[in-house]
């Protein structure tokens, strides 16, 4: 069974490609427009501190986990980027968090499965509500 495509259809997959790609490349020009104001760091679904960032921000900073929050995570800040310290090994075996990297875009997060600990941008500061489903 061969197909055939006609013309309509070669413009319709034409058109949807183009289309695809301009929103490819508006969602990437609209992204780098956006300036991450603020930091959250999550731990057990929690919230637990949100920062003020900009790209001169240049600090180190601390925040308790675990059951009783009992030991320390270290985030690193620097130049419109942040990354997570390395956590003992004991406490987290394999390090992924660590070894994520520098992130410095608003869809990028670090999550560290066996602390569930997530850190995460947002262009602005939650205020109340963010949803409502009925």
């Given at each position: ?19 695809s ?14 300036e ?46 942040v ?52």
């Amino acid at each position: 069974m061969k197909i055939k495509l006609t013309g309509y259809d070669k413009f319709f997959i034409t058109f949807v490609l183009a289309v695809s790609l301009v929103v490819f490349l508006l969602n990437f020009q609209l992204d780098a427009a956006v300036e991450q104001k603020y930091i959250s760091v999550h731990v057990n679904n929690e919230f637990i501190m949100e920062l003020s960032f900009n790209d001169e921000t240049e600090q180190t900073v601390s925040f308790p986990f675990g059951e009783n929050k009992e030991h320390l995570a270290v985030l690193e800040i620097s130049g419109g980027r942040v990354r997570m310290l390395p956590i003992s090994h004991e406490l987290c075996p394999r390090g992924i968090c660590s070894h994520t990297g520098w992130i410095s875009r608003n869809y990028q997060s670090i999550v560290c499965v066996p602390n569930r600990i997530i850190v995460s941008f947002s262009d602005k500061k939650p205020d109340g509500v963010d949803g409502v489903t009925y």
